[in-house]
């Protein structure tokens, strides 16, 4: 996961992380999420061995809330399911 100097978060998949970051860093890729957004940084990242599984993690993520996607950042994992509901007014 990068964070961006807008302050959004971009989540991916890669099987070269060193290389997608340095991408995203270059600009490399006109079209995409980071380009106006530079610079970025490495925020959060995990290793799978399943390349289905870690697509099926990164559409998770996608779909969580900042604060969700915050909590995971600072390894806050206790907080993650309180995270996930919805919040009723």
């Keep these: ?12 998949v890669t099987s070269n992380l060193e290389k997608r970051i340095q991408e995203h ?5 006109v079209k995409s999420y980071t380009y106006s957004r530079r610079p970025v940084k490495l925020v959060f990242y995990a290793e799978f061995s399943d ?3 870690a697509i099926e993690k ?8 900042r604060a969700k996607k915050e909590a995971l950042i600072q390894e806050n994992y206790n907080a993650l399911p309180n ?6 007014r």
Aim: with cysteine.
């Design 58 to 65: 990164e559409k998770q993520v996608k779909k969580w809330s």
């Design 25 to 29: 860093k270059t600009g490399k890729h």
């Design 51 to 53: 390349i289905r599984m």
């Design 83 to 88: 995270l996930a509901k919805k919040k009723f």
């Design 1 to 12: 996961m990068l964070r961006c100097s807008d302050h959004t978060y971009y989540t991916g």
